[in-house]
């Protein structure tokens, strides 16, 4: 089995910063792209950014210049740098990656989510 487990979600105020980790547990033999979506309230889930297993980035353009992704692979754990909060990033953050299980056979998992709240 393969779990991903977020934490770092928190409340912050409006201009502020936080860091969002993912870490990835069980029977993994080699981790692909991960990634961060975001779900706020009312609206549909979207990709905040992903990176691959070369270091490669993505972001959504409302986040470019202020979140960095990053990854330790060692660790098996993909980060989040969030800058220059706004309101409007206010969501439950998910992490996401395709993984080589021990069933040899790349899979999609998502972690349960972290809840983020930019407000003063």
């Known amino acids: 089995q393969v779990r991903l487990v977020e934490s770092g979600g928190s409340l912050v105020q409006p201009g502020g910063s936080l860091r969002l980790s993912c870490a990835a547990s069980?029977?993994?033999?080699?981790?692909?792209?991960m990634g961060w979506y975001r779900q706020a309230p009312g609206k549909r889930c979207e990709l905040v950014a992903d990176?691959?297993?070369?270091?490669?980035?993505n972001y959504v353009d409302s986040v470019k210049g202020r979140f960095t992704i990053s990854r330790d692979n060692a660790r098996n754990t993909v980060y989040l740098q969030m800058n220059s909060l706004k309101r409007g990033d206010t969501a439950v953050y998910y992490c996401?990656?395709?993984?080589?299980?021990?069933?040899?056979?790349?899979?999609?998992?998502w972690g349960q989510g972290t809840q983020v709240t930019v407000s003063s």
């Open positions: 069980g029977s993994i033999l080699s981790i692909y792209t």
């Open positions: 990176i691959t297993n070369g270091g490669n980035t």
């Open positions: 996401n990656a395709d993984i080589l299980d021990g069933s040899y056979v790349v899979k999609n998992y």
